[in-house]
């Protein structure tokens, strides 16, 4: 009974000092170009937020903004719009961080016409960032993910994590992870910001060396305030120091 875990859960040993993510470099998941989706809300919450990634470590960016179908229709041009207005401000304000731009691809009923535009939004050595739906698992997943690799897009799933109707059928990541397909666990998902089951299994992914990428998917400060808890976690330490990550890669 859940009443009878809360009462008997023992508190979880934290780390004696704060981590940094100076090991790591480069953070591949965000929304930090004002005014384009669901994250930052204006250029001075922008700036501020990257002065703070700047201060935890990070020296480099790749700022993702959702693409949907129906609710974010940001394009490339938008994107990169955005980002120049970006670089610009925080070149003025005299933040030396690099950023660059993607998006966040949901695997929605329009994104093929995306992928046959052939203006997929990319990162590194052709890394796609896609996320699907919280709800069910698209019927088409495993096609579209051929149909990426196939015109040679490494595939990178953000935050699998949260997809609850995976939380009991772990199979489904190895058949991911066999397939090439590269998984970004989502940083505060280790603190249980999101759900303890997705804590769970954010955990049994680092366990079983599954994690290839770490994001912070920032949006505004009350990420940044967990982010900066997560940096007191075992866990994080484990998956920052696996040979398997990628993210100074970048």
């Not at 008997?8 to 934290?14: A, G, I, Q, R, V």
């Not at 930052?40 to 201060?55: A, N, P, T």
Request: glycine share 4%; proline share 4%.
């Amino acid at each position: 009974m859940k009443w009878l875990d809360l009462l008997f859960h023992k508190p979880e040993k934290l780390l004696a000092e704060p981590l940094s993510f100076e090991s790591i470099i480069t953070d591949i998941h965000s929304h930090l170009i004002p005014n384009i989706d669901d994250g930052s809300k204006s250029m001075d919450e922008s700036l501020g937020l990257i002065k703070s990634l700047y201060d935890l470590g990070y020296r480099k960016l790749i700022t993702t903004p959702h693409i949907m179908n129906d609710y974010y229709k940001n394009t490339p041009e938008i994107i990169h719009s955005g980002l120049e207005n970006l670089r610009k401000a925080l070149k003025d304000a005299s933040i030396n961080m690099e950023v660059e731009a993607a998006a966040e691809y949901l695997l929605d009923d329009g994104f093929e016409s995306k992928l046959q535009s052939g203006k997929l939004l990319t990162f590194g050595k052709n890394y796609v960032l896609v996320e699907i739906s919280y709800f069910a698992e698209p019927p088409s997943l495993h096609r579209m993910i051929f149909e990426l690799q196939t015109q040679g897009y490494r595939v990178v799933l953000a935050h699998p994590e949260r997809y609850k109707y995976w939380h009991q059928r772990f199979d489904q990541y190895q058949q991911l992870v066999d397939r090439g397909v590269y998984l970004q666990l989502n940083i505060n998902s280790l603190t249980g910001w999101y759900s303890p089951e997705s804590k769970k299994m954010a955990e049994k992914l680092i366990e079983m060396d599954m994690i290839s990428f770490l994001g912070t998917d920032l949006h505004n400060q009350n990420y940044l305030t967990e982010l900066q808890r997560s940096l007191l976690f075992p866990k994080l330490k484990q998956v920052m120091e696996s040979k398997k990550l990628l993210n100074k890669t970048i």
